[in-house]
């Protein structure tokens, strides 16, 4: 049998395509784009079989046929628009078309197919507003309020997705994946902004100075433990909830993850400004931490990354794939 990912060319479709290939998984890849030539090159030498089909999300009957024809018996559903300001006025109706009219596509083709466990993967932007005021966001105490074009979107898919999953007696888990950083994030259509710790990245690989308008204190979820997540919820059987927070439980900041790159790579130099120059951060406030506490009692997840592994091992990532900065990212 074989896991079925959307998105698979993107950040956390590739983060999520390896952990399954290093567990011998056979992974059908459905995107409109195919992932980047490191990636394949990289997956070629993990024990799994990684294949690729071309498609969009949004055209329905193609995503049944290729759900059907890869003999998938699991979805992960991951491909999404995450959108700036700037889409947002030019082209509002894409960001819904993917978001929401994707997701109805996934599940329609996952009924047909007989898929046995299909994972909605959301995203902690759904608790929008809540964010600024609560101690920690819960996913059945903490009200939705989203605040972007994004985060209404994730709403309505996850909302959509649980209906549809009952009517349709489908198993159907959600996991509101939180700020995540680290392998295989990269520039892409979809999208708009990159994680504040791949910009830093991205300026100390130029030799160039980073300014920070704050410290900005987030619980950041390592990549390959949001992956490690995704899983944990895939496999789990008879998950007692509908909806799981996927973060990583514990808080630090991008002022520590700047003086920790500085003690690895002495020339790299930060400080704190704002305007043009500055690191882009998600939003003016640092958003409350979303609590894990159902993930760690329903499923086997733990994360492995503090910041100081995460930093360890993303360098060595990062060392390792400057191929697909310079030709994705137009770092020289």
């Known amino acids: 049998m074989a896991v079925f990912v959307t998105g698979a060319s993107g950040f956390m479709g590739l983060a999520l395509c390896e952990a399954l290939l290093?567990?011998?998984?056979?992974?059908?890849?459905?995107?409109?784009?195919?992932p980047p030539e490191v990636a394949r090159h990289a997956f070629a030498q993990l024990p799994g079989r990684f294949e690729t089909c071309a498609g969009d999300v949004r055209d329905a009957a193609s995503l049944a046929a290729a759900l059907r024809d890869s003999g998938a018996d699991r979805l992960v559903h991951?491909?999404?628009i995450t959108a700036d300001a700037a889409r947002e006025r030019r082209a509002p109706a894409q960001v819904f078309e993917v978001n929401v009219g994707g997701t109805i596509a996934a599940i329609e083709a996952s009924r047909a197919a007989g898929?046995?466990?299909?994972v909605h993967v959301s995203s902690g932007s759904v608790y929008g507003a809540s964010g600024r005021d609560a101690d920690v966001l819960r996913e059945d105490e903490t009200p939705l309020r989203p605040e972007g074009l994004y985060g209404i979107s994730k709403q309505a898919g996850e909302a959509t997705a649980l209906r549809l999953a009952t009517l349709h007696c489908l198993d159907l888990v959600v996991g509101r994946l939180?700020?995540?950083f680290g392998p295989w994030e990269y520039a892409t259509s979809a999208r708009d902004t990159p994680s504040a710790p791949l910009q830093v990245m991205l300026r100390a690989m130029r030799g160039q100075?980073?300014?920070?308008?704050?410290?900005?204190?987030?619980?950041?979820?390592?990549?390959?433990?949001?992956?490690?997540?995704?899983?944990?919820?895939?496999?789990?059987?008879a998950l007692p909830h509908p909806i799981y927070?996927?973060?990583?439980?514990?808080?630090?900041?991008?002022?520590?993850?700047?003086?920790?790159?500085?003690?690895?790579?002495?020339?790299?130099?930060?400080?704190?400004?704002?305007?043009?120059?500055?690191?882009?951060?998600?939003?003016?406030?640092?958003?409350a931490p979303m609590d894990c506490a159902r993930l760690h009692a329903d499923t086997p997840f733990v994360p492995r990354y503090d910041l100081e592994t995460a930093l360890d091992d993303y360098l060595r990532w990062f060392d390792g794939h400057r191929d697909l900065f310079l030709s994705r990212m137009g770092v020289s």
């Open 22 to 34: 290093a567990r011998g998984e056979r992974v059908v890849g459905f995107d409109l784009l195919p």
């Open 78 to 80: 991951l491909a999404a």
């Open 115 to 118: 898929v046995r466990r299909m």
């Open 178 to 180: 939180g700020t995540c």
């Open 209 to 237: 100075s980073v300014l920070l308008p704050r410290p900005h204190r987030r619980d950041f979820l390592y990549g390959r433990d949001g992956a490690a997540g995704i899983l944990a919820l895939l496999d789990t059987p």
């Open 245 to 287: 927070n996927l973060a990583a439980g514990f808080l630090w900041t991008l002022e520590d993850f700047c003086a920790g790159l500085a003690a690895r790579r002495p020339g790299f130099a930060w400080g704190w400004g704002e305007g043009a120059e500055a690191i882009a951060l998600y939003g003016d406030y640092d958003r």
